[in-house]
């Protein structure tokens, strides 16, 4: 359904679950940034009212994430940690050429964020199949669905804004690009790690 040329081992999981905080305190951050990038384009395509008000409703819902696992962290004890950079996400950024054309921005800003969401849902899936700790795999699996839709919506909004065809090629190289770079992943207790 994702259409990911890249799968997650299970031993990725092993890696997060012995680093729980650290893994909390990563996808705590990672929702806060996917608020942060509605909520700025909403600030750049203001004009644009059905993306404004699907962005609106995401911004919302991510912040309401971020909440959850703060919330589950505070209840096992954790604190938050400092934010780091997510270079997964710095390096899909770059994949595409700058471009002055706002329509081409912004469609390359949707698959962007389609495919981070993609990737955190497969990893959301990954996490909660290989969790013996039930408060933690129903917590994941419940996240993941959520991931899905914004996946779905991201794409849906790139390919209203420009002909399917060149979304879709443009789509096609920017999930090989990433399944390349995920070869090198898999190794850190980091939602995109």
């Known amino acids: ?3 990911l040329q890249f799968e997650t081992a299970t031993s990725w999981a092993e890696i997060a679950k012995v680093n729980l905080e650290q893994i909390l ?10 608020a942060s990038n509605a909520v700025s384009i909403i600030i750049n395509y ?4 059905e993306l404004v ?13 971020f909440k959850m696992v703060h919330l589950l962290m505070v209840k096992r004890g954790m604190v938050l940690g400092r934010e780091q950079k997510n270079d997964y996400a710095i390096r899909l950024q770059k994949f595409f050429n700058k471009t002055k054309d706002r329509t081409d921005a912004l469609v390359q800003r ?7 969401e993609a990737r955190s849902c497969e990893r959301f899936k990954v996490f909660s ?3 013996e700790d039930e408060e933690l795999s129903k917590f994941y699996k419940n996240l993941m ?8 919506t991201f794409l849906q909004f790139a390919r209203e804004y420009q002909d399917r065809e060149i979304v879709d090629k443009k789509w096609n190289a920017l999930l090989a690009f990433e399944a390349e770079m995920m070869k090198e992943r898999g190794n ?6």
């Open 188 to 193: 850190s207790a980091k939602i995109h790690g």
């Open 110 to 116: 949707l698959l962007v964020a389609a495919l981070i």
């Open 53 to 65: 008000k699907e962005m609106s409703n995401i911004a919302i819902e991510e912040m309401q994430h």
């Open 1 to 3: 359904m994702l259409g």
């Open 25 to 34: 305190t990563d996808h705590a951050f990672l929702e806060q940034k996917a």
């Open 46 to 49: 203001s004009e644009e009212t």
């Open 129 to 131: 199949e290989n969790m």
């Open 145 to 152: 669905i959520s991931e899905a839709g914004h996946y779905s």
